[in-house]
């Protein structure tokens, strides 16, 4: 269930950068959630394009909750290290790497699913300090907190029975700010009884705005 890898779903996050990221750019607080983010590839994904679409004076007002179930309480050990194996990161285009990452030591007390490698690499520090994880489960429909301008959950709804995918993203649309926004994998389609809630940003992607 934890499968995850940095740059999944680039297109989306392309689109993001060319829909979203210019408008909250506007905001003086940059609350965004990342819902079922798993040991953290996504959430510093999404710093990433932030960070390259924004100064670092700009960037400082961005702060991403980072949340998981997280059932083998790994991902918040993982995520404040920011190090991860070579089969995690390989998806990076090469210019990206070198700016974000520098070759790092395996940390002793985090365990890495699915990996064989001896080769790892650690996130800067600028974009560690703004990604915050939290342990959270979704079906428990109390949001991290309110007035989020983004919201990503992807690959986690499809997991889901689809009365339980609608009550989560009504309670994502109760959690976010007047014109903030809910972004989810190219997949995934709003539920029928949640799309009066939002408008589509793109015909090209699952980007959505409150309305
Ligand atoms: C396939 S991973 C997707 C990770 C990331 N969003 C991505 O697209 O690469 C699904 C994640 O959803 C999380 N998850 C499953 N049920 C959840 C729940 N009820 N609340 C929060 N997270 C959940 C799992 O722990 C897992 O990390």
């Known amino acids: ?99 974000y990452f520098s070759p790092a030591l395996p940390p002793e007390d985090a365990v890495y699913p699915m990996t064989q490698t001896a080769n790892y690499f650690q996130v800067s520090e600028e974009l560690k300090r703004a990604i ?6 979704l079906l428990s429909l109390k949001p991290v907190r309110e007035e989020f301008a983004l919201i990503v959950c992807k690959n986690v709804l499809l997991h889901f029975k689809p009365e339980e995918r609608a009550r989560v993203v009504r309670m994502f649309h109760s959690a976010l700010a007047q014109g903030g926004y809910f972004v989810t994998e190219q997949t995934q389609k709003l539920p029928d009884e949640t799309q009066r809630l939002f408008q589509p940003v793109t015909s090209a992607g699952q980007l959505f705005q409150k309305v």
Not at 132 to 137: A, I, K, S, W
């Open 132 to 137: 915050r994880f939290q342990q959270h489960d």
């Open 1 to 99: 269930m934890a499968f995850t890898f940095f740059f999944r779903d680039k297109y989306t996050l392309e689109l993001l950068a060319q829909h979203i990221i210019p408008d909250l750019k506007r905001r003086r607080y940059i609350n965004i959630w990342d819902a079922g983010c798993a040991m953290g590839p996504e959430p510093y994904s999404l710093a990433i394009m932030l960070r390259e679409n924004m100064t670092h004076f700009l960037f400082r007002n961005v702060k991403i909750y980072a949340t998981d179930i997280d059932e083998n309480g790994q991902f918040g050990k993982i995520i404040a290290h920011g190090i991860y194996p070579e089969v995690r990161i390989k998806r990076i285009p090469p210019a990206l790497l070198s700016k």
